[in-house]
Nanobody, 119 residues
């Protein structure tokens, strides 16, 4: 059974840093991307950052220069280093693994970890 287990969330003051981790247990074939999404209260879930198996990264504009996504393929783990945090970064952060096969796209999700940034 596949599980994505996130850790590293918490409460931090504005300007501080947090590092999120997402460990994948079980076996998933044909991983296309690993990513972090977030959802603030009353808002839609949004993509924060993604990384391909080859290491290509993509970030939403509001986190560029502050957040860094990385992955350790040997450990099946994806990380999100978050620096210079702002109150507007407050949200539940979800790890996502996307597979791509001839049958289409399949998404796996973690349970989410709360990040709260105080002003």
């Amino acid at each position: 059974q596949v599980q994505l287990v996130e850790s590293g969330g918490g409460l931090v003051q504005a300007g501080g840093s947090l590092r999120l981790s997402c460990a994948l247990s079980g076996t998933i074939f044909n991983i296309n991307t690993m990513a972090w999404h977030r959802q603030a209260p009353g808002k839609q879930r949004e993509l924060v950052a993604s990384i391909t198996g080859g290491g290509s990264t993509n970030y939403r504009d509001s986190v560029k220069g502050r957040f860094t996504i990385s992955r350790d393929n040997a450990k099946n783990t994806v990380y999100l280093q978050m620096n210079s945090l702002k109150p507007e970064d407050t949200a539940v952060y979800y790890c996502n693994v996307r597979t791509l096969t001839f049958k289409g796209i399949n998404d796996y999700w973690g349970q989410g970890t709360q990040v709260t940034v105080s002003s």
